[in-house]
């Protein structure tokens, strides 16, 4: 298995931001394996929705088009490998509204094309973690 913990979670103002991160484990997690590592998230009474992907063995990042201005994947400062835990999810401008859960998931393998967030896609889920955004 492949277990995934999320971290970075808080709380931080309105027009702040917030760094999640996605570290991996378990006997079937191999490092230099290719994924597709998504972030998805559900507030409070809400459905899950799909935040952003990144295809690590191309880099290709995808980003939900309302979020697309605000959220990007960066990674480690001094990681010379694109890898599923040196990889952080940069949240900038937060709104109230992106209060939720925040949960990483990873499949193995390429991310699907074209493009999507898909909650179907993805066999490795992490805990979540929580963000609250106040005004």
């Known amino acids: 298995q492949v277990q995934l913990v999320e971290s970075g979670g808080g709380s931080a103002q309105a027009g702040g931001s917030l760094r999640l991160s996605c570290s991996a484990s378990g006997s079937r997690y191999n490092r230099d394996r290719p994924y597709c590592l998504a972030w998805f998230r559900q507030a409070e009474g809400k459905e899950r929705e799909g935040v952003a992907r990144i295809d690590i063995g191309s880099g290709i990042m995808y980003v939900s088009p309302s979020l697309k201005d605000r959220f990007i994947f960066s990674q480690e400062s001094g990681s010379h490998i694109l890898t599923l835990d040196t990889l952080s999810l940069n949240m900038t401008s937060l709104k109230p509204d992106d209060s939720a859960t925040y949960y990483c998931?990873?499949?193995?393998?390429?991310?699907?094309?074209?493009?999507?967030?898909?909650?179907?896609?993805?066999?490795?889920w992490g805990q979540g973690t929580h963000v609250t955004v106040s005004s």
């Open positions: 998931a990873a499949d193995p393998g390429s991310c699907s094309m074209p493009p999507r967030l898909l909650e179907a896609d993805y066999r490795y």
